[in-house]
């Protein structure tokens, strides 16, 4: 069975990544590939909601914080004269240590408690990138003097349209993909059940907290991605980037697509650039 859905989950992952690019050389439009490639971002950054919601059932309204922190950390190390992939790696790691670091702390915390835990520790972030202006350029923000190649392409070339879209697309793919294969996993249903009921996976001598973590932690890393990424885009950060309303945002995407399905918080998130757009119109 576990064999049968690694299979299909694999198949699935690839056949996307052939309509990613399709989707990328057939399109002419430079608007609608940069409105995909900003809903493919936020998409990663939904799934790694999407995880946290259904894997631990913990409800953030504070991720903008890894979202935000990891585009600043790659900007900060880049202007101290860091090569802009060892800022990139530096930054993802460092995420992953401060969220397991921080998730041994709060996943304790129950309910809506965890939720405003969150959007407190969020909002900390916020206010201290608004005022640390000899940092982070305060309420100006900064800007990211990209080099001229990265792991060995031309950063102009990756930052054309068609091409910062299959990047984008590409890594949501994957992303997803070794979500659902985790899911699947007996890791994943360790958590499941832990989510269920956290007494009675302590009675059956499943250790609850660590799993807990691990999955707070993997979240926040997925959604410190989506925030290069959108900084690598931009090529600007600011702090509007760490502003709960942008959790916000994120949580909607999750709620629109549907958090039991792995695919459902990228759904939302494609959904919600459409219709904004749209409204926009």
């Known amino acids: 069975m576990m064999k049968n859905t690694v299979v299909k989950t694999v198949a699935l992952g690839a056949g996307l990544l052939v309509l990613g690019v399709i989707f990328a050389f057939t399109i002419s439009s430079g608007m609608v590939l940069s409105l995909a490639t900003q809903a493919s971002i936020f998409a990663i950054f939904a799934l790694g909601v999407g995880v946290l919601l259904r894997q631990n059932g913990m ?3 504070g991720h903008a914080a890894f979202y935000g922190v990891a585009g600043y950390a790659v900007a900060i190390l880049i202007g101290q004269g860091f090569n802009a992939e060892t800022a990139l790696l530096l930054s993802i790691i460092g995420m ?23 959007l407190a520790i969020g909002q900390m972030f916020f ?6 202006r000899s940092l982070t350029g305060g309420a100006d923000g900064m800007y990211v003097d990209w080099p001229s190649t990265l792991f060995g392409f031309s950063v102009n070339s990756l930052l054309r349209q068609d091409n910062l879209f299959i990047l984008c697309w590409t890594i949501l793919v994957i992303l997803a993909t070794l979500v659902s294969l985790l899911v699947a996993s007996r890791f994943g249903h360790v958590t499941a059940a832990i989510r269920d009921n956290e007494e009675r996976a302590r009675f059956i001598g499943i250790k609850t907290l660590l799993p807990r973590v691990a999955i707070f932690t993997l979240s926040a890393t997925i959604t410190s991605v989506a925030g290069l990424l959108s900084v690598f885009h931009t090529g600007f950060i600011s ?23 792995t695919w459902g918080p990228a759904i939302g998130a494609m959904v919600f650039f459409l219709t904004r757009d749209l409204i926009g119109d």
């Open 59 to 61: 409800v953030s309204f």
């Open 96 to 118: 992953a240590v401060f969220a397991a670091l921080l998730g041994a702390s709060i996943v304790r915390v129950p309910g809506i408690a965890f939720g405003m835990l969150t």
């Open 127 to 132: 206010q201290v990138a608004s005022t640390s």
């Open 239 to 261: 702090p509007e980037s760490l502003h709960w309303s942008v959790s916000g945002a994120a949580l909607m995407m999750v709620i629109v697509g549907g958090y039991k399905n």
